[in-house]
């Protein structure tokens, strides 16, 4: 049997990967969805024809004020088609320009500035016409304290600029999330505009080592139950959401009330992410979902722990990640530091005492889930010799030979190829 080639979302391109003759590759992807063929005209549908909500002309009119959040850099958010005709629509209801404010939800990741915030927006005409800001979670003055959520005690308080807008819609992408299910709606808003302790309480180990806490599901899931009493005491808010292809092409668009409208995109995606495998693999190779999931090492993370129900126990998870900005914030570095140094155990005992967790230690937490399961390597051309050394994994200098070194050592000639990484959702279903 002939080598058989196959290419990795990497960076902004395809990584290619060559498989040794006679392997057997069990290729995972998502379900096929039929691109919308005319994306602005399906915005505009969605605008008219909300769920559980009346239409954006209708919402906006007698409004003084309006806030839109939109996602950040690390999200691949199609703002260029909505933001321009959803701001038209509010002006024509009455709402002045100059009273319209993009919020982005950058939650703790740092702020998206000059070039890189227009790529954001994705609009010229927008960054002309219309105030943008970061969120900045850190800013004590800049959020209202509502209290603390009756069921579990997080403390909650919400960026200014949301909570005094006459109108607030969010902004985003639905797609497999590996803390709260599913990301878009209400996540937007926590940890999206948040402040710092609201963030760094969902992210403590009383919420991250909750076995309910995982991808793509919403049943029991602590993230997911604060989020949605978080949007509650914030009050009336609507949601425009999302959903891609693997060409960032327009498949679904829902737009309403922030509930009711992000779970019927999330009944729109979920059979098409999450798709059954028959068995474990003791290889797996997957990649970070290239550009821009793949710009730092934190993001990376992701692409580990979303295989991980497909991964025989001791096996290897072979991940391919560009890192084209590096390997994240300073906090998690002094994390994933703390991590090699004490060893997974000692440093997951550092956390569980805690009520609040450290700016980003929540993503090497994270990592200790993979490393359960089996040997983790890493692919990238994007870190330097210290940072390969504190991601906590083993870098490899060729993919194709990890992998052949991997069939090999396992005598197994089969392997599971994710080429999208954590866009996909493999579930292990014998039979």
Known sequence: MAQQELGLAYGKGVLNLTLPAGTQATVI??????????????????????????????????????????????????????????????????????????????GLHRPNLGEEL????????????????????????????????????????INRILMDADLRVATGLVEPHFMAGWSGGRKVVAPGVAGHRTIRTFHSARFMEDPLAIQCNLVGNPLHEEQLEIVRMVGEIYALNTVIDEDRDLVHVTFGEIIASHLAAVAFIQDATRIKV??????????????????????????????????????????????????????????????????????????????????????TEMQLKPMRIGRIQLYTDGLD??????????????????????????????????????????VHQAG
């Open 118 to 157: 227009a790529e954001v927006v994705g609009d010229p005409w927008v960054m002309r016409n219309v105030r943008v800001e970061n969120h900045y979670a850190r800013n004590e003055q800049d959020h209202v304290d509502l209290g603390v959520t009756a069921t579990r005690g997080t403390p909650v308080s």
């Open 29 to 106: 992807r998502k379900a096929t969805l039929p691109k919308l063929p005319d994306g602005p005209a399906a915005i505009r549908a969605a605008l008219d024809n909300p769920v559980a909500a009346r239409p954006l002309a209708e919402l906006a009119r007698g409004r003084g004020s309006a806030c839109i959040l939109i996602c950040d850099v690390t999200r691949p958010v199609p703002n260029r088609l909505f933001l321009r005709p959803m701001i038209e629509t509010m002006v024509a209801a009455g709402i002045p320009l100059d009273r319209i404010t993009i919020l982005v939800a950058t």
């Open 385 to 426: 010799a210290e940072e390969r050394r504190i991601t906590g994994v083993e870098v490899v200098r060729s993919l194709d030979e990890a992998v052949a070194s991997s069939l090999k050592r396992y005598g197994d000639g089969s392997v599971a190829i994710i080429p999208e990484g954590p866009y996909v959702v493999p």
């Open 278 to 363: 028959g068995r474990r693999f003791k290889t797996v190779v997957t990649s970070s979902a290239g550009y821009p999931l793949d710009k730092t090492y934190y993001q990376t993370v992701k692409g580990m722990v979303t295989p991980i129900d497909i991964l025989e126990p001791g096996g290897t998870l072979i991940i391919a990640s560009r890192c084209s900005e590096g390997f994240g914030s300073p906090e998690f570095r002094a994390a994933q530091t703390r991590l090699v140094e004490l060893g997974a155990e000692r440093f997951l005992a550092t956390l569980t005492a805690k009520s609040l967790a450290e700016v980003d230690e929540w993503q």
